[in-house]
C-alpha cells in the first residue's frame, strides 16, 4: 500500500506525519541533538526515517519536506539561524539520499502551512503567519501559493516593521520576526517584569491581566498587525489565520491581533478577519504531506 510522508524539520525539533492509501496516519516527533555539525543532524534524521521504514515499509511513494531555511535557487542552503551548521548544505542530494527511491519535494514551511490552512478553511486567498521560535508567512491566491515553486518564499517574518526596532538574525534592524517571534515576546516580558520568564508564566500572567504580560504580548500584537495590514494593501487577501506552536498556546493573541488591525483600518477598508489557525501547530506538517501528495 503506497504511502506518503511529510516531514516538517524546526529549529528545535522535527516532526513526521505518514498517511497511507487505506487511510491510515501517524505522527511522531524528536528533538534535535545539541548543535554539532549538519552531518550529525542528518544521522539523527535517517535513524528516525529508518524506524518509519520499518513500522510502515515499502513503498513510499513521495515525500515533503518543509524547511525554515533560506534555500538558494540552486537548491543549497543559503542562511539557517537556528541551525548555521546546515549553511552551504545541498539539500536535493542531502534528502534523496535520505530517501531513495521516492520522489522528494521541499518548499517554505510558512508557505505549506498557508497552503494547509487554505484547504482546511475553504479559502482561495489567504494570508498566513506562524508565530514560533521564529515567524514564518505564507500567502495562497486563488488556491495556489504565491509566489510560486522554484520563486522564492514569502517571508512575512522579514517584514520591517519597526526602523529603529531589534536587530534580527538576518542583520537588519525591525524585522517582524525581531519582535513578534516566541523567543522575542518572551525576552520582552522578562524585560517589564524584571525578571526571566517562561512560556507557561507568560500565559499565566495573561490569564491574570499582569501588565508586563499584556505589554509583551500587546508589543507583539501590534506588530503583527502592522505587517499584516501592509500586506492587505498590496495584495487584498480574503482572510488572515494566525498559527504556530507559540501562537497556539496563547488564545489572546488572535483577538489582540484583530483589535490592532481594526485600528489600522483606513475608510473604506475594512480589517482583514483574523482567525486562528484550523490545524493549529501542525499547520507546516500538513502541508509537507500535501506537497508530497503533489509529487508522487
Known sequence: MDHYLGVDVGGTKVAFRVETEDGRVEETSFGWAPRHSAGRDLAQLATHVTGLRARFGPPLRAVGVAMPATVAPDGRITVWPSRPEWTGLALGPALRTLFPGSAVAWADDGDLAALAEARAGGCADLLYAGVGTGIGGGLVRGGE???????????????????????????????????????????RAAELRGAPVTFDELRQGLRDERPWAAGAVGRTARALAAAVTGVGELLHPQRFVLGGGFAAGLPELAGSVAEHLAELARPGRPALPVRPATLGGRSSLRGAVALARLSG
Do not use: K, N, W
Request: net charge positive.
Open 145 to 187: 501559493l504565491c509566489p510560486g515553486p522554484g520563486r522564492g518564499s514569502f517571508e512575512l517574518g522579514h517584514v520591517v516593521v519597526d526602523l529603529d526596532g531589534a536587530r534580527c538574525v538576518c542583520g537588519r534592524r525591525g524585522c517582524l520576526q525581531a519582535i513578534a517571534s516566541g523567543p522575542a515576546t518572551l525576552a
